[in-house]
C-alpha cells in the first residue's frame, strides 16, 4: 500500500493536511475527501468504512468514494460498511457489487437495530489493510465531506491494526451486527 506521509499520525483539518508534510501529495490534495479515497483506492484485501450518516449522492452512493470502492471490490477487496438502516438504504448495493470479486458486507450496531432512535454507533473511520486507517469527525455527507469543518487524524501501523482488531471484536460480540440491506 502506498504511504500516504511519514510517520505514524497526520492531522487533517478542514481542507488540509497538518503535520508531516505527505511524501506525494495527491491530486486536490490532502483533505479528508482525498485521503478516504486514497484508503480505500491503495487497499489490496480490507476495508472498513463507518459513519452513522450517509447522505444520498455523497459518499459511498456517487461519486469519488463510490468508484473507489467499486473498484476495490473488483480488484478482489473486501468492503464492510457500519451505517444506520437508513443510511445502509442509500447505497446501491447492486451496483457497488457489480462485477465484484471481493465481498461487500452491510453492518448496522445492535443497538441500533433494536431501537432506530439510538445510533448505537458514533465511530466515523475507516481502516485499509490494517496498516492506515482515518479517523475523524466527518460523516459520508455533503456538508461532512465538505461543507463544514472536520477533524481527523491519518494512522500508520500499529494503531492501525488495533482499530482493525477493535471492528473484529464487535462483530464477534455481537456489538455490529450484519444486514441485508
Known sequence: MERLGPGPLSLVVGGSLIGPAPSMPPPGGQDRFGVLTRLIAGAERHVIITAPFIQSGYGLS???LADASRSALRRGVDLDVLSTGHSLQTLDR???????????????????????????????????????????SANLTGPGLSGQVEMGVLIRGFVARQIEQFWDYA??????????S
Open 62 to 64: 456517487s461519486g469519488v
Open 94 to 136: 447492486t451496483h457497488l457489487e457489480r462485477d465484484a470479486c471481493g465481498r461487500l458486507r452491510f453492518f448496522q450496531a445492535a443497538t441500533h437495530l433494536a431501537d432506530d432512535q439510538q445510533l448505537g454507533s458514533h465511530a466515523k473511520f475507516c481502516v485499509a489493510d490494517g496498516d492506515l486507517a482515518y479517523v475523524g
Open 171 to 180: 462483530i464477534g460480540v455481537g456489538l455490529f451486527v450484519p444486514v441485508s
